[in-house]
């Protein structure tokens, strides 16, 4: 089972060795230097509220595919967005 985490994404409750390590190489081929945002951008302040942010993801599988699906023709998903997306796949 997955929770949306109050700043920008995801945690996880149970993980596997597997997942874990392609988790591990996700990240630090996201945190290589971005083309599009560069290095001194600085980070806006979030008008999601606390409400938006709470609860469990009660279909994890949906609300990835509709990540993946949003990220198909997107480089940038707004914290905004993400809990949009959330809510609307569950």
Same mark, same amino acid.
Do not use: C, H, W
């Given at each position: 089972?997955?929770?949306?985490?109050?700043?920008?994404?995801?945690?996880?409750? =149970?993980? @596997?060795?597997? %997942?874990?390590?392609r988790?591990?190489?996700?990240?630090?081929?996201?945190? $290589?230097?971005? !083309?599009?945002?560069?290095?001194?951008?600085?980070?806006r302040?979030? =008008?999601? @509220?606390?409400? %938006?942010?709470?609860?469990?993801?009660?279909?994890?599988?949906?609300?990835? $595919?509709?990540? !993946?699906?949003?990220?198909?023709?997107?480089?940038?998903?707004?914290?905004?967005?993400?809990?949009?997306?959330?809510?609307?796949?569950?």
């Amino acid at each position: 089972m997955i929770y949306p985490n109050l700043g920008m994404g995801i945690f996880f409750t =149970t993980m @596997s060795d597997e %997942d874990r390590e392609r988790l591990r190489e996700l990240l630090r081929s996201l945190s $290589q230097p971005s !083309v599009i945002l560069g290095n001194g951008v600085p980070p806006r302040v979030s =008008t999601v @509220s606390r409400a %938006d942010a709470q609860g469990p993801v009660t279909n994890p599988k949906a609300a990835i $595919q509709a990540m !993946v699906d949003f990220f198909e023709d997107r480089q940038i998903l707004s914290r905004e967005e993400f809990f949009r997306i959330l809510r609307k796949n569950q």
